[in-house]
């Protein structure tokens, strides 16, 4: 759902940067809260990790493909506000490498596929894992729905967007339509992706996720006809290292973009389909990084196909990685030098 240059006009696309500044500014200081010293890296890995998923076009109906978006993977696994950063981070290394959404429509992408997939999917989560058993299953099943409900509302922000900065005169209602229709389907990849993914970590260290904090209820023991809150016991070790847990995401990152993205869906995703069925596309514009060595998800002089787009895809994660842990590893020590301070005024 990557919106080029041209769909939306100049002042809403001004006016979505701004919003989607505010957003990222309120999502600095909410992230000095979330993050510490074990999901600051993992924060970074997070961003790269969907950047790699998000190279997996999967086929849905109609020769159309769709993608993970990662709002709401990002939110569950790391909190909202560093689940907007995340986001900001993916797509402001593929406009900027991969000429992959415009750069003049950052901010309608930013807080499309970033603020609104983020806040519906973890607002909805919360909800859920709330009136839900406090267990694992609770946890993924919340994850499931969440994120599929998250794709499709990204889907009409972005519809609601157009209706008022689309460049072309066209029935909005059947955009509306066409857009949500299509992009519920992809929210079904969505959430299976997500639910996977979240399962995964939680199995093997749930102190890691964001959304997973305090999945047991304390023991309850009934003393003289009244339930009391029993001693706790001795948590178990966990099973993985934080360390181990980052190395498996950063090889899984790696082999997603280097390798399986090869395999990926050659279909135009929903956005893509849906604008050249309604004439949304009339005034695209070409991308200002278009001559970028890495535009397409390609590198520039390497022949062939299978290995300039693995190579890409492995640049890529890199780059996000590094870009992704050295912001989050500012802000984590903002909020340790934060802390000092306030400490040592004390």
């Known amino acids: 759902m990557h919106v080029p240059d041209g769909f939306i006009n100049a002042p809403i696309s001004a006016a979505a940067g701004v919003v989607a500044a505010g957003a990222v500014a309120v999502s600095l200081r909410g992230a000095r809260r979330e993050l ?14 969907i ?46 490498l991969f000429a992959d959404g415009g750069l003049t429509a950052l901010g309608v992408n930013i807080t499309v596929m970033g603020v609104v997939t983020v806040v519906v999917a973890y607002a909805l989560f919360r909800g859920l894992v709330l009136v839900l058993p406090r267990t694992r299953r609770s946890v993924t099943a919340s994850a499931f729905v969440a994120a599929l409900v998250s794709v499709p509302a990204a889907a009409a922000a972005f519809t609601l967007v157009y209706a008022i900065g689309g460049t072309t005169d066209v029935p909005i209602g059947k955009v509306l339509t066409a857009m949500v229709g299509v992009h519920t389907l992809i929210g079904i990849g969505e959430a299976v992706i997500t639910m996977l993914t979240v399962g995964a970590v939680v199995a093997v260290r749930p102190d890691l996720v964001h959304g997973a904090r305090g999945l047991t209820a304390p023991l309850k023991l009934r003393v003289n006809g009244e339930l009391v809150d029993a001693a706790p016991a ?7 290292s934080p360390k181990k847990v980052w190395i498996g995401g950063v090889v899984a990152a790696l082999v997603l973009a280097g390798f399986v993205s090869f395999y990926a869906s050659a279909n135009p995703d929903g956005l893509e389909k849906v604008a050249a069925d309604k004439g949304i596309d009339k005034n695209v514009e070409e991308h200002a990084a278009a001559g970028s060595p890495l535009a397409d998800y390609g ?4 022949e062939t196909a299978r290995l300039s787009g693995g190579l890409a895809g492995v640049i890529g994660v890199g780059a996000t990685l590094a870009v992704g842990t050295g912001a989050f590893w500012v802000v984590r020590r903002r909020r340790t030098t934060s802390a000092s301070g306030t400490t040592e005024s004390v």
């Open 36 to 49: 510490d010293e074990r999901t600051a890296p993992l924060a970074g890995l997070v961003a790269a990790f």
């Open 234 to 240: 001795a948590a178990p070790a966990p099973a993985g």
């Open 299 to 302: 590198v520039e002089g390497v």
């Open 51 to 96: 950047f790699a998923v998000q190279m997996l076009n999967f086929p849905v109906a109609a020769g159309t493909s769709g993608h993970l978006l990662g709002g709401a993977l990002a939110a569950i696994l790391v909190g909202p506000y560093t689940g907007v950063l995340c986001i900001a981070v993916v797509l402001l290394m593929q406009g900027i």
